[in-house]
């Protein structure tokens, strides 16, 4: 079993809490929007595995160092990581491809600063977007999600909420 830590939209904030609420995970993921190699800096520090993919606000030095998209597997769970991807009945044009060519167990996204948890019945996968973990954009409490994967089953679905962005 592996316990993830996951984020978004960090938009180059930093707060102490993300080291605190991800200190029991395995591995932490940020689903792009990082917006400075400080934060990036900050994050690998906290010695855990690191999954991250850029978002349409970073800029070259980030975009050089993490991918658009992310496949990979955690125990027996193919997972699939990009910053704009929608949610179902609703994905980005430019991840269809993507994504119907190998359709993961998990397809994780950002971009929108809402927090959504969603399971795709046609595609039978588990869509998730933990909102924004930053201070710019337009939502009122920054969010975190925190969960398990064992095996196949991804359980233990926390959503953590950062209070207001003041």
């Known amino acids: 079993m592996k ?3 996951l984020l978004s939209d960090t938009h180059s904030y930093w707060d102490e809490k993300f080291a605190l609420y991800f200190s029991e995970c395995d591995e932490i993921w940020h ?3 990082v917006g400075s190699n400080a934060v990036l800096q900050k994050l690998e520090s906290l010695g855990k595995t690191l ?3 850029h978002g349409n ?3 070259h030095s980030i975009r050089t160092i993490c991918p658009k998209f992310l496949r990979f597997t955690v125990e027996k769970t193919a997972v699939l990581l990009t910053h704009i991807g929608g949610y179902p009945g609703k994905y ?3 991840i269809r491809t993507e994504l119907f060519t190998q359709i993961p167990n998990l397809f994780v996204c ?3 600063h ?3 948890i969603i399971y795709d019945k046609n595609l039978q996968m588990l869509c998730l977007n933990p909102g924004a973990a930053g201070k710019y954009g337009f939502h009122q409490v920054r969010t975190l999600l925190r969960f398990a994967i064992d095996g196949a089953d991804i359980r233990d679905m926390e959503i953590i909420e ?3 962005k003041n």
């Open 3 to 5: 316990k993830i830590g």
């Open 92 to 94: 980005e044009p430019a």
């Open 110 to 112: 950002g971009h929108s």
């Open 31 to 33: 689903a792009g929007d």
């Open 51 to 53: 999954r991250v993919v």
């Open 57 to 59: 606000i970073d800029d």
């Open 114 to 116: 809402i927090l959504k």
């Open 162 to 164: 950062l209070k207001d």
